[in-house]
């Protein structure tokens, strides 16, 4: 043999369950592989909603406090909720106006759909937060 292939494919390789949990992409192969999932990426990811909902029990609430999509499992259920990774995740907006006591506000300075709400609360803005915040902060220059 005058080349060798640059790779050689794995007999019996196994797919990494940590990553793919996390691939928005690979929620039909999650779905039917329940028993190979990583529970703890699966509720970062945003097209997992359905499986995440029908398995509450599995849910890591850390991660899925920060999912964009997870809006209506979190105002559920709120006592599990992470506040700080909540203020973060730019859908959670009406969940955090409703519970300003619960806020983290240098998360929420960050948050890019939370510019009305900061607006508001210009006391409790988090300046060198802000500063990262990609939305315009005209307002307080």
Same mark, same amino acid.
């Given at each position: 043999?005058?080349? !060798?292939?640059?790779?050689?494919?794995?007999?019996?390789? !196994? +797919?990494?369950? !940590?990553?793919?949990? *996390?691939?928005?992409?690979? &929620?039909?192969? +999650? %779905?039917?592989?329940?028993?190979? $999932? #990583?529970?703890?990426?699966?509720?970062?990811?945003?097209?997992?909603?359905? &499986?995440?909902?029908?398995?509450?029990?599995? $849910?890591?609430?850390?991660? /899925?406090? *920060?999912?964009?999509?997870?809006?209506?499992?979190?105002? #559920?259920?709120? #006592?599990?909720?992470?506040?700080? +990774?909540?203020? %973060?995740?730019?859908? =959670? &907006?009406?969940?955090?106006?409703?519970?300003?006591?619960? $806020?983290?506000?240098?998360?929420?300075?960050?948050?890019?759909? =939370?510019?009305? /709400?900061?607006?508001?609360?210009? #006391?409790? $803005?988090?300046?060198?937060?802000?500063?990262?915040?990609?939305?315009?902060?005209?307002?307080? &220059?």
């Amino acid at each position: 043999m005058l080349f !060798k292939p640059l790779y050689k494919k794995k007999k019996n390789s !196994k +797919l990494n369950w !940590k990553y793919l949990s *996390r691939n928005p992409n690979c &929620i039909h192969i +999650l %779905g039917k592989n329940l028993n190979k $999932v #990583d529970w703890e990426s699966l509720s970062e990811n945003p097209n997992a909603i359905p &499986i995440l909902e029908n398995n509450l029990d599995k $849910v890591d609430w850390d991660n /899925l406090s *920060r999912n964009p999509n997870a809006i209506p499992i979190l105002q #559920d259920n709120l #006592d599990k909720v992470n506040w700080e +990774l909540l203020s %973060g995740n730019p859908n =959670a &907006i009406s969940i955090l106006e409703n519970n300003l006591d619960k $806020v983290d506000w240098d998360s929420l300075s960050e948050n890019p759909n =939370a510019i009305p /709400l900061l607006q508001k609360n210009l #006391d409790k $803005v988090n300046l060198d937060s802000l500063s990262m915040n990609p939305n315009p902060i005209h307002f307080i &220059i």
